[in-house]
């Protein structure tokens, strides 16, 4: 399993497979793991009643970890926690419960109390402290290092943020420098040898997003329409997709009313396209496909939501093939070419965990293959591996049918002056990786007694025996 750029820790160099477990787990690979991963491993190796009730737990723990919350669905989680809670105690032993377990319970009221968990967790203070520890430098007298690094830091952060003209040497950039922009960052190179048929998809693409050209849309394809009257939509639509550039570039050439952006985008893009291998935009790192079959990451996966012709929303999963940017003169504008999941005939379904599940068998949408990097957002794609065929069923290949998909991380917290509390950061969460709606404590399994265990030796039963023990007349 890969995980996107800035995610987590590489969780395959932190399995010991000869012990079984993992090992050298930071805090934030364990919140990683209890709030997005546990949930996909679980999938198809518990009984039904213990996978929901963890699933749940691991909803909870999801929900509220958010930086924003929804006051209204305070009450759902408390009840959400309470029923997880019960659900345990039928199926774990006694000896699972202890403090920490309990204090779930009380999670929900702290919230309402002081606001979302990041507000009053330990997490940032103790990264804080790693800083300081690199501070000291004679162990006998440690407060006075931090003391003196600390002062030193905030002159030197002073003199480069305050002082103009000031070129500072040895201090080093930050990487993240552009990435809420656009930068390409790996395998930059010009191609001159695209097909002109795809060059004409990536630039009708770029003046179909443009608000500066929608009018200019509206008006072609009426009149497409209108010397075409008896010909079906779809003809229209891609005689409409043919044309517009060029009917663009007549109509507006040489009129020195509009704009100088409209003037460049109907001009069209250069001949030569610069072809990249990653991208940053956004707040994402993104990479081709065949960049991430060299990379321990994965961040070729994107998502986009797309409004279709009867106003509803759809979203719909890919891969990045190729990452262009196009040369409208002073304008450069990145596109990604995507594989995408056809989301018709099983190629896109939610099952009842509220998981989206892809096959990447299922290609669809060959003919729009284009989306400007600017609009998608980033997900990761796990194995499914109760999808996995049997073994006895002879089939050569054991690769799992369907995919799991997981939102990326957002890594923009503190790039360019952006904050926990920036209205870039601060938003509900709408998309939510898993949705359980039922009480996981009223699933009961086929035996007579659930929540009796019999598949553990913790504690022994004892018949009491009742002793009459005669009382003397002096008593």
């Not at 009450?75 to 403090?99: G, H, K, W």
Request: hydrophobic share 35%; with cysteine.
């Amino acid at each position: 399993m890969k995980v996107p750029s800035g995610y987590s820790s590489n969780i395959q160099g932190r399995i010991n497979m000869k012990a079984k477990k993992f090992t050298n787990l930071k805090s934030h690979d364990c919140h990683v793991l209890m709030t997005q991963l546990l949930p996909v491993a679980l999938r198809g190796i518990l009984p039904e009643n213990v996978r929901l009730a963890v699933v749940k737990l691991c909803v909870f723990l999801n929900e509220i970890s958010q930086k924003a919350i929804d006051p209204n669905k305070l009450t759902r989680l408390q009840n959400d926690v309470v029923q997880c809670l019960a659900s345990f105690e039928m199926v774990f032993p006694p000896s699972f419960f202890n403090i920490m377990t309990h204090l779930l319970v009380h999670i929900v009221k702290e919230i309402n109390i002081l606001g979302p968990v990041f507000l009053h967790n330990m997490f940032p203070f103790e990264r804080y402290m790693a800083v300081l520890k690199k501070y000291v430098r004679n162990r006998s007298r440690p407060e006075g290092c931090i003391a003196k690094g600390y002062g030193t830091k905030e002159v030197i952060e002073f003199c480069v943020d305050f002082i103009d003209e000031l070129s500072p040497i040895g201090v080093p950039m930050s990487r993240y420098d552009g990435r809420l922009e656009e930068k390409g960052t790996l395998g930059k190179k010009s191609n001159m040898h695209i097909p002109e048929s795809e060059i004409r998809k990536a630039n009708f693409v770029v003046l179909q997003n443009s608000s500066l050209v929608a009018p200019y849309m509206d008006e072609h394809i009426n009149i497409v329409r209108y010397e075409n009257i008896g010909k079906s939509e779809a003809w229209i639509t891609r005689h409409h997709i043919d044309s517009f550039a060029v009917w663009l570039r007549r109509k507006l050439i040489g009129d020195n009313t509009i704009v100088v952006q409209l003037q460049w985008l109907a001009r069209g893009p250069s001949a030569t396209i610069m072809q990249y291998q990653g991208y940053e935009i956004n707040g994402y790192t993104f990479y081709t496909r065949a960049q991430d079959e060299k990379s321990t990451n994965q961040n070729s996966g994107v998502l986009i939501d797309a409004i279709g012709h009867d106003g509803n929303k759809d979203s719909y999963f890919g891969v990045i093939e190729e990452i262009w940017e196009l040369d409208y003169g002073p304008l450069k504008i990145p596109l990604f070419r995507c594989q995408w999941v056809n989301r018709a005939g099983g190629g896109v379904t939610i099952d009842r965990y509220g998981m989206t599940i892809v096959d990447f068998k299922k290609i669809g949408y060959k003919d729009e293959p284009f989306i400007l990097a600017k609009d998608v957002t980033q997900v990761f794609y796990v194995k499914d591996m109760s999808s996995k065929p049997k073994k006895n069923q002879g089939k050569s290949d054991d690769e799992p049918k369907h995919h799991i998909v997981l939102p990326g991380k957002r890594k923009i917290v503190g790039v360019e002056d952006i904050s926990d509390k920036s209205e870039d950061f601060d938003q509900f969460d709408d998309r939510p990786p898993f949705s359980i709606n039922v009480d996981p404590s009223i699933l009961l399994s086929k035996e007579d007694a659930p929540y009796l265990r019999l598949d553990h030796d913790q504690g022994t039963f004892v018949k009491r025996k009742v002793v009459n023990v005669p009382l003397n007349n002096d008593v």
